[in-house]
């Protein structure tokens, strides 16, 4: 079992910078694969990023790459994600997630509760 909790989210300007952080409780987290996802209003929640259990691999949607990051610190039971040159259509409430495979999308076993992140024009 994996609780996760977000956070990090709040409101920046178009072009700006946000770091998310989710932190994960249990003993088993480096045996999980990791990744966030964000869901905008009357939209389908989709895959952002993800990473693989040591960090080793990771993969973006096409509308992120070049510009977030996802990381994880498996001694801190930690996984953030930091996302630069935001634009408007960023603005979602974002997920962490686990899972119990390395896949892409990443199939996700445990949710964290979202944060807010508005990018304003």
């Known amino acids: 079992q994996v609780q996760l909790v977000e956070s990090g989210g709040g409101l920046v300007q178009d072009g700006g910078s946000l770091r998310l952080s989710c932190a994960a409780s249990g003993r088993t987290f480096s045996t999980y694969a990791m990744g966030w996802f964000r869901q905008a209003p009357g939209k389908e929640r989709e895959s952002v990023a993800a990473i693989n259990w040591i960090g080793s691999n990771t993969y973006y949607a096409d509308s992120v790459k070049g510009r977030f990051t996802i990381s994880r610190d498996n001694a801190e039971n930690r996984v953030d994600l930091q996302m630069n040159s935001l634009k408007p259509e960023d603005t979602a409430v974002y997920y962490c997630?686990?899972?119990?495979?390395?896949?892409?999308?990443?199939?996700?076993?445990?949710w964290g509760q979202g944060t807010q992140v508005t990018v304003s024009s």
């Open positions: 997630a686990a899972g119990a495979r390395n896949s892409w999308p990443l199939s996700v076993g445990y």
